[in-house]
């Protein structure tokens, strides 16, 4: 199942990438935001960052971090990191929607000990652009380690 997800990401990402056109090539970007993960009845509140870069329109990498600013059964996340290949395709001038995959590795604390994971992350979302530089962005990924996890994200993004 895994390499299947990892397989379906990067034929998408290597399509949308085929479709390339001028834009968004040599533009950086960063969000910031909310993010829920859920996993084995933990759900988990964190503040999420990205920086991005994307080398043509339809093709970038971003990588993630995050914190976890609550605790759900005396479990938080202490940290979140994660790398990934994104591929967008534009709906229209002020619309994107995109796949991402790449790796996490994500660190989990509680009073019995902490608890790390890592493993492959795929995922995609849809992004509006409210001005030219300024949008809000808001995504799906699935975190694959012997665990499982969902995140849900919701950010502001800024072109640079």
């Known amino acids: 199942m895994k390499s299947l997800k990892i397989m379906a990401a990067?034929?998408?990402?290597?399509g949308i990438v085929g479709t390339a056109q001028a834009g968004d090539e040599g533009q950086a970007y960063?969000?910031?935001?909310?993010?829920?993960?859920?996993?084995?009845?933990?759900?988990?509140?964190a503040i999420d960052a990205k920086l991005g870069y994307n080398f043509m329109e339809n093709f970038g990498v971003e990588v993630e971090g995050a914190?976890?600013?609550?605790k759900d059964s005396g479990?938080?996340?202490d940290s979140h990191?994660?790398?990934?290949?994104?591929?967008?395709?534009?709906?229209?001038?002020?619309?994107?929607?995109?796949?991402?995959?790449?790796?996490?590795?994500?660190?989990?604390?509680?009073?019995?000990?902490?608890v790390d994971a890592d493993g492959f992350a795929v995922g995609?979302?849809?992004?509006?652009?409210?001005?030219?530089?300024?949008g809000v962005r808001v995504e799906y990924t699935y975190l694959e380690d012997n665990g499982n996890a969902d995140q849900f994200t919701a950010?502001?993004?800024?072109k640079f």
Request: no cysteine.
């Open 10 to 14: 990067t034929i998408a990402a290597f």
């Open 30 to 45: 960063g969000n910031i935001g909310g993010s829920l993960f859920s996993s084995g009845g933990f759900d988990l509140t």
């Open 67 to 70: 914190f976890g600013i609550g």
């Open 75 to 77: 479990v938080k996340l």
């Open 81 to 114: 990191l994660a790398g990934f290949v994104v591929g967008k395709l534009p709906v229209d001038e002020k619309v994107d929607v995109f796949v991402r995959g790449g790796y996490f590795t994500t660190n989990l604390g509680s009073s019995f000990g902490d």
């Open 124 to 134: 995609g979302g849809i992004q509006f652009f409210i001005t030219d530089n300024d």
């Open 155 to 158: 950010s502001y993004v800024r």
